[in-house]
């Protein structure tokens, strides 16, 4: 059985910082192109960071340079360093995992919340 866990959501001031972390399970970590996406109410699910095949890093523009993708091969898990948060990073965070050894799967996790207010 296939799990992605989020978890390090929460409220945060603005200027503030939040780190979120996905756990997965039941996947070959090495075969998945691993990412974080969000969605604020009202919005479309949005990519805010992903791994590529070639094994950069991809951002979305409005979080390029406060945001940072990471990933623990040993633990299988990816994180999310969220540095000088806005109230426009407010959003449900999900993570994403998209990949397979024969054939192209994915998974999302359940999300978690990142509140960014005074």
């Known amino acids: 059985q296939v799990q992605l866990v989020e978890s390090g959501g929460g409220l945060v001031q603005p200027g503030g910082s939040l780190t979120l972390s996905c756990a997965t399970s039941?996947?070959?970590?090495?075969?998945?192109?691993m990412g974080w996406y969000r969605q604020a109410p009202g919005k479309e699910r949005e990519l805010v960071a992903s791994?590529?095949?070639?094994?950069?890093?991809n951002y979305a523009d409005s979080v390029k340079g406060r945001f940072t993708l990471s990933k623990d091969g040993d633990k299988h898990t990816v994180y999310l360093q969220m540095n000088s948060l806005k109230a426009e990073d407010t959003a449900v965070y999900y993570c994403?995992?998209?990949?397979?050894?024969?054939?192209?799967?994915?998974?999302w996790g359940q999300g978690t919340q990142v509140t960014v207010s005074s």
């Open positions: 994403h995992a998209e990949g397979g050894v024969v054939h192209t799967n994915t998974y």
């Open positions: 039941g996947i070959i970590f090495t075969f998945y192109n």
């Open positions: 791994f590529t095949s070639a094994g950069s890093t």
